[in-house]
């Protein structure tokens, strides 16, 4: 069964840090570039950031830039998103995605994660 199943999130204070895992199961991740995308309440669904499989390049949505990593680990066949300083308006369900291709530039996404919340408040 071809799935993305992820990891991760929850209740953190402003200022801290969360990671969250995405492991494929059922195919080969390596050969993808993978994006994280969020929705908050009452907002369009946003990416935040995406790594290609082609060269390993990674792109950020500005308002994660510098706070937000995003990195993979082939031999686990598993994507990462490390999230610092979190920010109160950085809570959403985020959700990983697998690219049909190895770029970031392709917007053509086929496998979903099932999301996972993220709630940043003191």
């Known amino acids: 069964q071809v799935q993305l199943v992820q990891s991760g999130g929850g209740l953190v204070q402003p200022g801290g840090s969360l990671r969250l895992s995405c492991a494929a199961s059922?195919?080969?991740?390596?050969?993808?570039?993978v994006a994280w995308f969020r929705r908050a309440p009452g907002k369009e669904r946003e990416r935040v950031a995406c790594?290609?499989?082609?060269?390993?390049?990674?792109f950020y949505e500005d308002s994660v830039k510098g706070r937000f990593t995003i990195s993979r680990d082939n031999t686990k066949n598993t994507v990462f998103l490390q999230m610092d300083s979190l920010k109160p308006e950085d809570t959403a369900d985020y959700y990983c995605?697998?690219?049909?291709?190895?770029?970031?530039?392709?917007?053509?996404?086929?496998?979903w994660g099932q999301g996972t919340q993220v709630t940043v408040s003191s």
């Open positions: 059922g195919f080969t991740l390596k050969d993808h570039a």
């Open positions: 995605v697998q690219n049909r291709f190895s770029s970031c530039r392709t917007t053509i996404w086929d496998t």
């Open positions: 790594i290609s499989a082609s060269d390993g390049s990674t």
